[in-house]
């Protein structure tokens, strides 16, 4: 598990810079300014510590009753999307219930986790879905160019073996990228750039931490 502070940015889309040495490096861009601390979680009240943190304000009116208790109790706004961090005890005092968390978290050169969903593809083939290779087009073949063949095991065992490579929903799913390196940070407008694709189509909401294997390595992943 990762012990380490996060991040929930709003995915703009892809561009590319330059380094000095004239190489284009791919980047996606996030914009992570509004991250606000809505809460704390303690180990006398919960048996854990992490951060509980918001991100992306919405209007009151348009919260439930129980959100907007809740903001009221913290003293904060109300927003879009919530996510818990967990985290060594000494950050709660470092990040106070009502703080706003900054690009300023990451430091170029970094390597960072970033979790998000995927972009869904509906019901697909086993072409597409599982890049399976299809059926020649020769010798008479016709009306089976791009099925999946054979799935049964005669005798025995007589049925299908269970996670067999089908037909199915494609995307959709919680997908985390390790180890992605940030090329820039602009905390004066909240971006971070990250080298490379991320999971999830433009103006979807990611999660962003610093990567989790360096810092077990570094012994500095402890809770």
């Known amino acids: ?19 000095d040495e004239g190489d284009r490096v791919p980047v996606t861009v996030l914009h992570v300014t509004g ?7 303690t180990a006398e009240r919960d048996t854990y510590t992490a951060l509980q943190v918001g991100f992306a304000e919405k209007k009151a009116n348009r919260a439930s009753k129980p959100e907007k208790g809740a903001a009221e ?14 985290v060594p005890a000494a950050a709660l005092a470092a990040h ?42 020769s010798h008479g073949q016709h009306e089976f160019f791009r099925h999946g063949g054979s799935i049964g095991c005669r005798k025995t065992p007589g049925r299908v073996h269970r996670g067999k490579r089908m037909t199915g929903h494609m995307g959709h799913e919680r997908v985390t990228l390790q180890n992605l390196e940030v090329i820039k940070v602009d905390a004066e407008r909240g971006l971070i750039l990250v080298r490379g694709p991320i999971p999830g189509a433009n103006n979807g909401f990611v999660t962003i931490r610093a990567a989790v294997k360096p810092a077990i390595k570094a012994g500095n992943n402890k809770g």
């Open 35 to 41: 991250n606000t601390v809505t809460a704390h979680r």
């Open 73 to 86: 109790a913290a003293k904060v706004g109300t927003f879009y999307v919530h996510k818990e961090f967990r």
């Open 96 to 137: 106070p219930v009502g703080s706003q968390l900054g690009a300023d978290l990451f430091k170029e050169g970094a390597r960072v986790d970033i979790t998000g969903t995927s972009k869904g593809k509906g019901y697909q083939g086993v072409i597409k879905r599982h890049n399976m290779e299809g059926e020649k087009n």
């Open 1 to 19: 598990m990762n012990f380490q502070i996060g991040l929930i940015a709003k995915k703009l889309g892809m561009t590319q810079v330059f380094k």
